[in-house]
């Protein structure tokens, strides 16, 4: 299936502060998703895009599929401590289920 | 709350041992995906069933089998296992085939698997 690689791997920056990160595919995508997962829990999708170029924003959080459509970057604007999780790109794995990235764990200081 | 529902939650067994773990999707959706979650491989998607057919496999083992019954309800069974085999297992639904569909797929929380 097509590799997804994200980076940073983890971040640890302070409350207030910016975030990006970014996902990478060895392959051309139509869809790119980003999802959160907290302790605990199951990931949870937080933005979905659907067109090359295309810049969607949820709250403090914004993503683009970037133009060559092997790219996508995620940005959290005025982190706060809430934000701790780690962050999947995923992306169709052969038209049917996701496959994902290994994620970008935050964690947020107050 | 994602509306799938896993059970168990949590469940420790023997290496030899076969678990059956079980999932109930979101009112309407059709389509289940299992996903094992470690800590070195991430996410990796095991396999998927739509409307009772087998979809898509992913990095599934020989090992493992699943399946959907008709009130599409899927059963994700594990057996010879292995200290590997610990992970967390995660169940998913959604509406259509997924993928490149766009449809959301929506996540459990998951059943922790220890194996001893």
């Known amino acids: 299936g097509q590799q997804l690689n994200q980076s940073p791997q983890s971040m640890f920056i302070q409350e207030g502060e910016d975030v990006s990160m970014n996902c990478t595919s060895s392959?051309?995508?139509?869809?790119w998703l980003w999802y959160k997962q907290d302790p605990g829990e199951g990931p949870v999708l937080l933005i979905a895009?659907?067109?090359?170029?295309e810049l969607t924003s949820n709250g403090r959080l914004t993503a683009q599929f970037g133009i060559t459509r092997k790219d996508s970057f995620l940005n959290i604007s005025a982190s706060i401590p809430s934000d701790v999780g780690i962050y999947f790109c995923?992306?169709?794995?052969?038209?049917?289920?996701?496959?994902f990235g290994k994620g970008t764990s935050l964690l947020v200081t107050p | 709350d994602s509306g799938v529902t896993q059970t168990p939650k949590h469940l420790i067994t023997a290496t030899g041992q076969r678990v059956t773990l079980r999932c109930s999707p979101r009112s309407g959706d059709l389509s289940v995906y299992w996903y094992q979650q470690s800590l070195d491989q991430g996410l990796q998607f095991l396999i998927q069933y739509y409307n009772g057919e087998e979809r898509a496999k992913g990095n599934i083992l020989e090992r493992f089998s699943a399946q959907q019954f008709p009130d599409l309800h899927s059963e994700l069974n594990l057996s010879s296992l292995e200290l590997g085999d610990s992970a967390l297992y995660f169940c998913?639904?959604?509406?259509?085939?997924?993928?490149?569909?766009?449809?959301?797929?929506?996540f459990g929380e998951g059943s922790w698997l220890t194996v001893v």
């Open positions: 995923a992306g169709p794995n052969s038209g049917y289920a996701l496959n």
């Open positions: 998913a639904s959604s509406v259509g085939g997924g993928g490149s569909s766009g449809n959301t797929i929506y």
């Open positions: 392959s051309i995508f139509n869809t």
């Open positions: 895009l659907y067109k090359a170029g």
